[in-house]
């Protein structure tokens, strides 16, 4: 939140513009340079990425990017940072109970598997030292980062946020000032052994950027895309520089970035691509007995075919692709972030639009979620089925506890039991 300090002027400022002469309002807002960068920080973290480039043994190239499209889910960066590789890793901030991003660098390593989201270069401008990555996915409400309609002035206050290979820390933030936007030629390394040249419209700034920063966003007062950060320039002495936001322009108006096919169904208002059948559920962790699986399977059913619902119910013995010794020993809240973001992801891979739930034995763990929009329940109805399942699973009780969730569903969808789903008890007992 910011905080706005109203101050008195004594004096008054006169502002002279087209022969008016006017006064400011001592009442005002005062807002500092300081509030600015914070409030533009904040508005453009959520777009901003880290990626990988695995270009074999030990020579793992890291840089920064950020999502321009989220239709397309496209994220942009420079092609010095992907190189000639074809699938990357894309990395978007993680935030904390606080709404903070964590920014700690082993944090994300520590959880590569269950953070990286896959990415494929799609676009490369070798000239401009411009690429495109399209994304498997992108993380719910994560917004794409506008662009600005013209290039910066010189004097121009400007913003950056980029992952600095040198520090333990993400998401680093700088400010500064353009000096000057013009055409420039200059080299900069691909890899350890190839330096390639680069020719483009740029912006040099007064704020120091560093390797691993390439690729991230520059941005104006008013968070939007303004320039791609350049770090990999060998002949930059005590000045940054930037690709121009025209030169982002020319590569998305490229015919083939244009054909790419786009999700974002608000703005095509195309209907939701039709689903072949029931979201698959899976009890891996054999929690139930087979009679009571059957009746969860009949009642996904049941959701989908009348009300086009999801149910999808997923039981592991241990987190999949996740080191579990270090998963037990983690506090609680730590632990818990990890196995909610997991649920999170299977519900976007699935495009599940109904409830899910997730059991896990070791450590344990449940949760009941309500996911998707226009959906016919009452928005308290996860929280209730939770506390339902977790009362029966306190007594091991698993079998009844699931019976009596898929009840509960059924009515607050509208529907009754058909004869071969009535429920019963049996009880599933924890080894």
Do not use: C
């Not at 009571?292 to 013995?317: M, N």
């Not at 891979?349 to 450590?363: A, K, M, N």
């Not at 607050?412 to 009880?427: E, K």
Request: proline fraction near 7%; charge should be positive.
């Amino acid at each position: 939140m910011l905080y706005h300090k109203k101050v008195l002027i004594a004096s008054v400022l006169l502002i002279i513009s087209l022969g008016f002469v006017g006064a400011q309002d001592p009442d005002s807002p005062q807002i500092t340079s300081g509030e600015v960068g914070n409030s533009v920080y904040r508005k453009v973290l959520a777009s901003s990425t880290w990626i990988h480039s695995d270009r074999g043994p030990g020579r793992l190239a890291t840089g920064s990017g950020s999502l321009i499209d989220k239709g397309r889910r496209l994220v942009l960066t420079n092609y010095h940072v992907v190189g000639n590789i074809k699938h990357v890793l894309v990395f978007f901030p993680i935030y904390d109970r606080n709404g903070k991003a964590v920014p700690e660098r082993s944090f994300y390593l520590m959880r590569r598997k269950q953070l990286a989201i896959p990415g494929e270069v799609v676009e490369i401008d070798h000239q401009a030292d411009l690429a495109l990555i399209r994304l498997e996915r992108i993380p719910t409400g994560t917004p794409a980062l506008p662009l600005a309609r013209v290039s910066p002035e010189p004097g121009q206050n400007v913003h950056s946020i980029g992952n600095p290979g040198k520090s333990d820390a993400l998401w680093v933030y700088t400010a500064g000032k353009v000096r000057q936007v013009y055409t420039k030629k200059w080299k900069a390394r691909l890899d350890d052994r190839t330096v390639v040249t680069f020719q483009a419209k740029v912006i040099e700034t007064d704020s120091p950027t560093n390797p691993g920063d390439s690729g991230g966003p520059l941005v104006n007062d008013q968070g939007e895309l303004v320039g791609v950060t350049q770090g990999g320039a060998i002949d930059a002495q005590l000045i940054s520089i930037f690709v121009d936001i025209s030169e982002v322009r020319r590569l998305l108006s490229r015919r083939s970035v244009q054909t790419l096919p786009s999700e974002d169904r608000t703005t095509a208002n195309a209907p939701a691509p039709p689903r072949s059948g029931v979201l698959p559920s899976k009890d891996e962790g054999q929690f139930f007995r087979p009679e009571t699986w059957k009746q969860v399977q009949q009642a996904a059913a049941q959701l989908y075919t009348r009300k086009k619902l999801d149910l999808v119910v997923e039981t592991y013995e241990r987190l999949p692709n996740q080191d579990n010794e270090a998963l037990v020993k983690l506090e609680p809240p730590e632990r818990n972030k990890i196995m909610r973001q997991f649920a999170h992801q299977r519900m976007e891979q699935l495009r599940l639009r109904g409830l899910y739930v997730l059991i896990v034995r070791q450590p344990t763990y449940l949760l009941v979620e309500r996911h998707g929009e226009g959906i016919p329940w009452p928005e308290n109805i996860a929280s209730k089925l939770a506390q339902q399942l977790l009362e029966d699973f306190r007594k091991k009780e698993f079998d009844t506890g699931m019976l009596t969730l898929l009840q509960s569903l059924l009515e607050a969808s509208g529907l009754t039991r058909s004869s071969d789903t009535s429920p019963t008890t049996p009880t599933g007992k924890m080894d």
